[in-house]
């Protein structure tokens, strides 16, 4: 299965609630950090949300 590396380039400051929770879902806590996840729905879904804060790249697995 694919892999996606989700880095934060934004501060969430300024934003819902909301954008805030997801960061932490995804597991993002400060700007530039970086983590690895899964490629799924439930994945891409938090991404869309909070893709003004985010940066996507695919990785080979």
Do not use: F, N, Y
């Amino acid at each position: 299965m694919a892999t996606l590396r989700v880095t934060q380039r934004r501060s969430p400051i300024g934003g819902t609630e909301r954008q805030r929770a997801t960061l932490r879902a995804l597991g993002l806590k400060r700007i530039r950090d970086v983590v690895v996840k899964e490629d799924r729905p439930e994945i891409r879904g938090m991404i869309t949300a909070v893709a003004h804060l985010v940066v996507v790249e695919e990785v080979d697995a």
